[in-house]
């Protein structure tokens, strides 16, 4: 599976494959480092849309803010327990005694 003329990982490298590696791998280090930070533009987008249209866009704050999970689960519970009712009243062959 191996050639015999691979180097193994055990053996001594050469000085310029080792400066060859260890300038790579700077490289990589100060392009990970240099990354831009992330920037949040819509709250900023946001504010100036309501500022500038005197608070009839985003001036009630539901559009502005996460809603909770538990809205969610309440809402949907809600309508299974109305499709559920209504699949029983409407189903023929069905009675509820």
């Known amino acids: 599976m191996t050639d015999k003329d691979d180097p193994r990982p055990d053996e001594p490298q050469s000085e310029s494959e ?12 100060r ?11 819509l709250t900023g987008v946001q504010r ?15 559009s502005r803010r996460t809603s909770p999970t538990s809205t969610y689960v309440v809402t949907s519970l809600l309508m ?8 029983f009243v409407l189903l023929p ?5």
């Open 93 to 97: 062959g069905v009675r509820l005694q």
């Open 31 to 41: 392009a990970h480092i240099r990354r831009p930070p992330e920037i949040d533009l």
């Open 80 to 87: 299974l327990v109305i499709l559920s009712l209504v699949y």
């Open 48 to 62: 100036r849309i309501r500022e500038r249209s005197r608070g009839r866009f985003y001036g009630d704050g539901w």
């Open 18 to 29: 080792e400066s060859t590696q260890e300038s790579v791998r700077s490289i990589l280090r």
